[in-house]
């Protein structure tokens, strides 16, 4: 490698750019930091692009429990996120697509699912209500248990990325971590100095930051143990959840059963205009390690049992797997609500939600002092490429399988 002149000073310095790393960069930015993203992919892959992008203020952990801590600490999420979505909160998120502004909560008969609902409006900032038929979709129109709808707004991930990305577009670059990425430790264990390659033209870029925060997700792992920083910091919860596309109404909610969200289904659109939907909650838990055409028919016998009027003559089925990449909890349960560690100049950060990224970057803003420097030099780096934004899992599967034959069909 060939050392450029001299390194860059810069603020801060975030690595991965999905949900978190884009909110962070956005919150710093306008604190007043000098601050670059490091995407070593596509921006939003992994988590942020597979997610159904629900915008949940607690039900999960509510229906079950009554207000849990993390019920206490999702439940004003839902609100920061409208006024975000809606123009009137930074970051700006106005022009995200919306797939829906509430969802539908519906009950499979039996005692505890009723008593869940029932549960659910307490201890939650949005209360389910009352759905009268009308104002159902259709595939609920005939259900005769309770129906009701929460006011969790339902976003389109890729939308979302792709708007932080264009209003940041000369802060986010593209790195080859294999090759392109190096960096020097200082005597305390934080990040001294990081050198950069070009993915195109090779030419090295010297990076000095202040501080350094890890929000690639999964990948954080990976980073932590290059930095030689304490281990078994994260886990990950697998799902394996399965896509369904076709003549397909839209509809997004959740089918409670045993006071859990049994299915939680959301709605899209494909590149071809086909109704897509992600079919997630329980069952993309129980299906891990099932194959795909055993994780395709019991999606299959769970929509039947709870959307029972619905015709899925035509319907094309896939599947996909995703891990949610949290800090480490006892036991494996989910964390109570966002991680944040600091190790020298180092945050490493997870969400542990979509939903609760604000939150985590509130303590990540807190964290990072703003220092007044007028004579640092600007940052030009015009020239260097820019991260795309990931493809969602239903654009990149290969197969489809008929929902009335075995036959595979290809895209
Ligand atoms: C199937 C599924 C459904 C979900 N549904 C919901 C939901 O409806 N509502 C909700 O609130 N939460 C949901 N979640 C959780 C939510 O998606 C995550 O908590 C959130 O998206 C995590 O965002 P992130 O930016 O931390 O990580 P990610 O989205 O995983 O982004 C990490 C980024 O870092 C990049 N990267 C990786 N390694 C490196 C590296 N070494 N250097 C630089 N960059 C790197 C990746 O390319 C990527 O861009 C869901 C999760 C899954 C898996």
Known sequence: MTAPSSPLPVDVLVLGGGASGLWILDVLHRAGH???LLEAGSLGQGQTIASQGIIHGGLKYALRLGPSGSARMIRDMPLRWRRALGGELAPNLAGTQLRSDYCCLWAMPGLRSRIGLLGARFGLRTKPLPMPIEARPE????????VARIDEQVI???SMLSLLASQHRDRCLKIDLESGFEFSMNAQGGVDLVRLLNPETSAPLDLQPRHVVLAAGAGNERIRELMGLPGQAMQRRPLHMVVAR???PRLNGHCIRHGAPWLTITSTVDCADRIVWQIGGTIAEECVGRDRKETIERARNCIHEALPDLDLAGIQFGTYTADRAEATTDGGARPEGPALLVDANIMTTWPTKLALVPMLCDAVNEGIPVVADEDEPAID?????RPSVALPPW???ETWTDVHSAAVAST
């Open 34 to 36: 000098r601050v670059l």
């Open 139 to 146: 595939p609920l129109k005939s259900w005769t248990g309770p």
């Open 156 to 158: 389109e991930p890729q």
């Open 246 to 248: 076709g003549s397909l």
């Open 395 to 397: 654009e990149r599967e």
């Open 381 to 385: 780096l015009h020239e260097w490429p």
